[in-house]
């Protein structure tokens, strides 16, 4: 029979062979060995959960992830790139994973602005100047902002689904009923019933919208339990409600992001390298390549990832995402 120690012992080690280890962060959380150990970080109003792979020297890559997924979906393109020579990073957004506020009175703010100033003070905190970005789902709105009002920090971008910026006027706009059925759950949380049925169900919802969106992904529970553990983020759900309320105008945001917003109300121009992506199984909505080819002035290139290929590309074809990571900085080699 087995003694406490020796239990103790056998549990550790199948953790490890599992690929799990804990993060030292307020409300600890697991995370895939593949991507290393999670450090934190001081930036803006925030302390940022994040991995830093491959060599401190090597060309910076940000890959930022969607809703509602986490960092886990780049678990199998961050090796690729450090075995380039690419040093990696790979934040947690606000509401997310062991990402916290630094103060308990701020303001619970979800506009994409505002995510992307988040990026743009971790880069500072990290003293990282430029580096490529690529993201999907919220990831990718949040590279398209940082491109567009920050273009001295992007060296590339990669965006799944392309040019993602938009603004609450043009939120108000309706949209065709099969485009409004796309965006149900943004009316869901419209009402009080959809933020406690979200709180509630975070987890069921997350879920669905993971088969929603991916219909052609067969995930098994281990992929979706990982990434479910970011959601139970106490700011998660304020996060995530807030955002799609302020979409539609039904939410104010801050004041100190005015002057990002009346720059994004024009849909500015992307002038930095791109190479954007779209998978051929993509149910959640997105726009069409020909809408949106003609917001970048830089080289750029668009892709049809097939094979069906959802909404979370980085993990349902990671060699796809990784190899236009690395595409996209020889045009900037190249310039």
């Known amino acids: 029979m087995l003694n406490r120690l020796s239990f103790i012992r056998m549990k550790t080690l199948a953790l490890a062979t599992a690929g799990l280890l804990i993060s030292s962060a307020a409300g600890a959380q697991t995370t895939p060995t593949a991507l290393g150990p999670i450090k934190q970080i001081n930036a803006g109003v925030l302390n940022i959960g994040y991995v830093d792979a491959g060599p401190t020297s090597g060309p910076v890559v940000i890959l ?39 103060s308990d009175t701020t303001f619970r703010n979800g506009q994409p602005s505002a995510i992307a100033k988040d990026i743009v ?11 490529i970005l690529a993201g999907f789902d919220w990831g990718a709105r949040t590279a398209d902002i940082i491109a567009a009002l920050w273009p001295e920090r992007v060296k590339g971008l ?49 879920k669905l919208i993971w088969k929603l969106a991916s219909p052609k992904w067969n995930f098994d529970d281990a992929t979706f339990d990982r990434s479910a553990a970011s959601f139970d983020n106490p700011d998660h759900v304020a996060i995530v409600i807030h955002n799609y309320r302020w979409r539609l105008g039904l939410a104010n945001g801050e004041s100190k992001y005015d002057p990002y917003e009346q720059r994004l109300k024009t849909s500015p121009i992307i002038t930095v390298p791109t190479i954007t992506l779209e998978g ?54 190249n310039q």
């Open 64 to 102: 930022l992830h969607g809703w509602p997924y986490d960092i886990n979906s780049f678990t199998e393109v961050a090796p690729i790139l450090t075995a380039k020579g690419y040093r990696v990073i790979i934040p947690h957004l606000r509401g997310h994973g062991t990402t916290r506020f630094l």
């Open 158 to 206: 990669v965006s799944v689904s392309g040019y993602l910026i938009s603004n609450q006027e043009a939120g108000k706009a309706p949209l065709p009923p099969a485009a409004e059925l796309q965006w149900w759950y943004q009316y869901y949380f419209s009402t009080e019933r959809g933020k406690e049925g979200y709180e509630k169900y975070r987890h069921d919802f997350a």
């Open 280 to 333: 051929d199984a993509n149910g959640a909505p997105h726009p069409p390549e020909t809408s949106y080819a003609n917001k970048f002035s830089g080289k750029y290139t668009h892709k049809t990832i097939t094979g069906g290929i959802g909404h979370n590309l980085p993990q349902e074809a990671p060699k796809a995402f990784a190899d236009a990571i690395l595409e996209v900085d020889t045009y900037t080699n």
């Open 121 to 131: 003070d971790l880069m500072d905190a990290l003293k990282i100047p430029k580096a």
